[in-house]
């Protein structure tokens, strides 16, 4: 029998290799990129060169939209009614998906919007991007019936960047078939920090080489039929701020060398993967820019650094611009026009795209900005088109969606990967839990985490007990916990984020003394066992409290699954940082 993972993947390299003999027999009687862009750059006025800069969302399941919420809301933010008239007034280069903006219910929904908003944009102007941030794991956007990935850091356990090569193959082509032709993933940051409020397991690992590795892998997973553009996030390097540059503006006081080593790997080794984007960072970094001005409105991070230096020359998108990271200190109308400046190519969700758009305009009206800089930027997003194959056929095939999206071989190739990441980092000999273990508890961090973990041990033949206390216990939940464990013969508690929640610990303690062996699953960041050593029996690591992830936590736990995964991070002990607990690489076997 074929392994569905393998399938999956020949899949792919065939469509990437057909994609590349058709390209390559049609290139001779093509216009190169370069002459093609050239001639639809002549053809645009300015007021549409500026319009390309922007990539926005707006509400709505249809391109033109009719439901009295999503046009009140479009009213309020864009001041039309509907994708259309907001593309109308703008020709925008490109458009987002999100869920709180009502763009994906389902893959046929989503295909549907796709083909309406290329329609539209097509009539009389250029095709769009369309894009979102489908990292998996901690960031997803399209949910199931899609494929539901591990996220990098779950992938960066397996150490292997074959798997998270075919977890961007699988998701890439699911993207495609729903109209969407840009991914903002994966994540290049290299996590060198536990208390990261913003990174975290979004990161395939605390080492340099590993994550450019996997990097990498995803790149050309993503990009391997030709059709859709990775982008690499965030330059020049998000992995060690204790700040959340979505709320702040974090500084990283990394030297220029420590950036070499820690920080640029992964980005040139995207940059060699060929990388479609690069998307800048919302932060300050002394040691690249003295003046301490956000890496999105920096020349010398973005034209010294990333152009100059490290030689990339395509398409470099801000992180969104509502962000406070980047409106700290500017207004909204210089933000544009100081990106511009630095370097930047693509304007990501501003505030008001009205006074960005305008203010782009009056900034070359002024001289602020020439038109030759427009161009620069304008001739990237359109050769990045042209090389997705936008400009033969921007459409996905309504026909088609149902058999690619969701599919019985996705789900199985992903739970196979998924089965391959959870990490057994300390056991007494407690696991696996025999199948004749008796009752058991299932508490902690999670109303839907507990719930899944329980119909998990449920389906596996326990009747768990169910006590969800949260992500920070109440005196009253530890006490419900305490007394639900009574005559149990094991305990699972989830965990999130202990450090920043400490009476998590509290929970653990109190439950550790009621003699009942307790197993304990970090459901998000590795890093809470620093916490709990002296408390818990064994501790596993799943990185995610998504489904798959959960499902292949219970079978290890219950011996039906090898703990394969392997820190893909170094976790410093708790009362002193600067010494590793366990080191990359560790995972316990069972015997």
Do not use: C
Not at 38 to 50: F, G, Q
Not at 332 to 350: E, F, S, Y
């Amino acid at each position: 029998m074929t392994h569905p993972r393998r399938t999956v993947l020949a899949a792919a390299l065939g469509a990437a290799a057909a994609a590349a003999t058709a390209s390559a027999a049609s290139a001779g009687g093509a216009p190169s990129e370069k002459r093609f862009v050239k001639r639809r750059l002549k053809a645009m006025s300015l007021e549409e060169k500026v319009g390309q800069l922007f990539t926005v969302y707006a509400y709505g399941r249809t391109a033109d939209t009719s439901d009295p919420a999503d046009v009140a809301k479009n009213q309020e933010i864009h001041g039309v009614d509907n994708a259309e008239e907001l593309i109308a007034a703008y020709k925008v280069g490109g458009i987002i998906y999100f869920a709180w903006s009502n763009n994906v219910a389902d893959p046929a929904q989503i295909t549907g919007l796709s083909n309406g908003l290329q329609a539209a944009s097509t009539a009389d102007g250029e095709p769009l991007l369309i894009a979102t941030d489908q990292e998996h794991g901690l960031v997803v956007r399209i949910t199931a019936p899609a494929t539901q990935l591990p996220g990098a850091m779950a992938l960066g356990a397996t150490h292997d960047p074959t798997a998270a090569y075919e977890a961007a193959v699988i998701s890439g082509t699911e993207l495609r078939a729903m109209g969407l032709n840009v991914n903002f993933a994966p994540d290049a940051d290299v996590n060198v920090n536990p208390a990261n409020p913003v990174i975290g397991v979004r990161s395939f690992g605390s080492d340099a080489e590993h994550v450019a590795g996997f990097a990498a892998a995803q790149v050309e997973g993503y990009q391997a039929r030709g059709d859709l553009a990775a982008t690499v996030k965030h330059f020049p390097g998000h992995g060690d701020t204790e700040d959340d540059s979505h709320t702040d503006l974090p500084q990283i006081d990394h030297t220029y060398e420590e950036w070499q080593e820690v920080d640029a790997p992964p980005f040139r080794a995207a940059i060699d993967a060929g990388v479609g984007a690069i998307m800048s960072a919302h932060i300050q970094f002394p040691a690249l820019d003295p003046t301490l001005t956000p890496a999105t409105l920096s020349k010398p991070i973005l034209t010294g650094l990333l152009r100059e230096e490290l030689g990339y020359d395509g398409v470099i998108v801000t992180d969104s611009l509502a962000m406070e990271g980047v409106r700290e200190g500017y207004g909204d109308d210089r933000i544009p026009v100081l990106a511009l400046q630095a370097g930047i190519d693509m304007l990501l969700m501003p505030v008001d795209l009205d006074l960005a758009y305008n203010a782009v305009l009056a900034a070359v009206a002024a001289g602020e900005l020439t038109e030759q800089r427009i161009d620069q930027s304008v001739t990237r997003i359109l050769g990045l088109k042209y090389r997705l194959g936008l400009y033969d056929d921007p459409y996905a095939d309504p026909d088609a969606v149902a058999g690619i999206v969701g599919t019985a071989a996705h789900l199985e190739a992903a739970q196979s990967l998924s089965d391959r990441t959870t990490t057994l980092v300390t056991n007494d000999g407690t696991l696996p839990i025999p199948t004749d273990g008796g009752s058991l508890l299932v508490t902690g961090w999670g109303e839907t985490t507990t719930n899944l973990l329980t119909a998990e041990f449920t389906k596996r033949g326990f009747t768990p007990a169910r006590v969800v206390t949260g992500i920070a216990p109440t005196r009253a939940q530890i006490d419900a916990a305490v007394a639900a464990a009574n005559g149990k013969g094991f305990i699972v508690v989830s965990t999130n984020g202990v450090a920043a929640n400490p009476t998590q610990v509290d929970l653990v303690k109190a439950l550790a003394a009621t003699g009942v062996p307790v197993v304990a699953l970090g459901v998000r960041n590795p890093y809470d066992i620093a916490h709990l050593t002296d408390d818990v029996n064994a501790y596993l690591a799943t990185y995610s409290y998504a489904a798959d992830g959960l499902e292949s936590a219970v079978a290890v736990v219950l011996g039906h699954l090898a703990p394969q995964g392997r820190l893909p991070v170094d976790i410093p002990r708790a009362d002193d940082p600067q010494s590793v607990l366990f080191g990359f690489g560790h995972g316990l076997p069972y015997e």
